[in-house]
Nanobody, 126 residues
Framework: QVQLVESGGGLVQAGDSLRLSCAAS????????MGWFRQVPGKEREFVAA????????LYADSVKGRFTISRDSAKNTVYLQMNSLKPEDTAVYFC???????????????????WGQGTQVTVSS
């Protein structure tokens, strides 16, 4: 299992940008697709973005498409989520997760993700 640690969250104003990082350790990063999810207190965790292990394919939730960009640096075992034009509704705890040898079609759903980070808080004020 891969250990994941998120960082980069904070308090920003609407329209600002923020970059989240997810550092992986413990096992090889190869063949792990990575996803970002977010959760608001009292609500279910929702999919935000995902990237294949090769970095060739990315997926985004409709709510963040065009504003967020997911990327990865396999050499550094790190995945990033660049968040631009942040809105108050983006406020949530953001989690990164890893899914081994996953098909692209499954990356937008939570089942099958093997490892999860502790989460990092993102708060967007208006």
């Amino acid at each position: 299992q891969v250990q994941l640690v998120e960082s980069g969250g904070g308090l920003v104003q609407a329209g600002d940008s923020l970059r989240l990082s997810c550092a992986a350790s413990g096992r090889t990063f190869r063949n792990y697709a990575m996803g970002w999810f977010r959760q608001v207190p009292g609500k279910e965790r929702e999919f935000v973005a995902a990237i294949t292990w090769s970095g060739g394919t990315t997926l985004y939730a409709d709510s963040v498409k065009g504003r967020f960009t997911i990327s990865r640096d396999s050499a550094k075992n790190t995945v990033y989520l660049q968040m631009n034009s942040l809105k108050p509704e983006d406020t949530a705890v953001y989690f990164c997760a890893a899914k081994f040898a996953a098909k692209v079609a499954s990356l937008s759903t939570e089942p099958g993700y093997d490892s999860w980070g502790q989460g990092t808080q993102v708060t967007v004020s208006s």
